[in-house]
């Protein structure tokens, strides 16, 4: 069974500060990862996936994250926050694109809260 | 615009009575899921649909059901409701396997259901 695993619930940051969300995860075979970010009354938008390709991810808004096998982690991670990244990030996992489907294990999430 | 739409958005209604919540996937998507998000449980996958098949049941109580029609939207079916039930019901939708399907599910913007 797949699982994810983000730590912290909460992180708050100044903006113009380093964002990192932690994320870790446990799949049996090669995971695909992705992260999704939610605003408020919103539905989840994905911001970045890893399929296997490169291990460093870029996705919208700034974000990217990196896939590490080793330490079955997939971090997000943004340079600089903005007011407007206030929102609530999942972290999930599937066990790929197949002819089942691609349901999602999502981890707890975590809310970001971004400081003047 | 993830192009799932989901109706109704807002719901009220009392315990013990019955909802049905409304979804229809993406153009040319054939899978359907729907997962529940409350604030004790987080995102919680109910039940996936392939192409009016049941593939994949997750954490789903024997109150609830769902079904997929031939125009591939689908209905998730609550029954004798409790208090514990309130929370927001989302929809996603991916491609068939192999038609651009690179694993990432697209959620609707989600109906919130309140019990009281």
């Known amino acids: 069974a797949q699982s994810v695993t983000q730590l912290g619930s909460h992180v708050s940051v100044s903006e113009g500060a380093l964002v990192l969300l932690r994320c870790n995860y446990s799949s049996s075979v090669p995971p695909y990862l992705f992260w999704y970010v939610q605003y408020p009354n919103q539905g989840l938008q994905l911001l970045l996936k890893y399929t296997s390709a490169a291990t460093l991810v870029k996705g919208i808004n700034g974000f990217e994250a990196e896939f590490k096998k080793s330490e079955t982690s997939f971090h997000l991670t943004k340079p600089s926050a903005h007011m407007s990244d206030a929102a609530e990030y999942f972290c999930a996992v599937s066990d790929g694109a197949n002819n089942a489907g691609n349901m999602l294990t999502f981890g707890g999430g975590t809310r970001l809260m971004v400081k003047p | 615009d993830s192009g799932v739409t989901q109706t109704p958005k807002h719901l009220i209604t009392a315990t013990g009575q019955r909802v049905t919540l409304r979804c229809s996937p993406r153009?040319?998507?054939?899978?359907v899921y729907w997962y529940q998000q409350s604030l004790d449980q987080g995102l919680q996958f109910l039940i996936q649909?392939?192409?009016?098949?049941?593939?994949a049941k997750g954490n789903i109580l024997e109150r609830f059901s769902a079904q997929q029609f031939p125009d591939l939207h689908s209905e998730l079916n609550l029954s004798s409701l409790e208090l514990g039930d309130s929370a927001l019901y989302f929809c996603a939708s991916s491609p068939r396997w192999g038609q651009a399907n690179t694993g990432e599910l697209f959620f609707g913007e989600g109906s919130r259901l309140t019990v009281l």
């Open positions: 153009s040319g998507d054939l899978s």
């Open positions: 649909y392939y192409n009016g098949e049941e593939r």
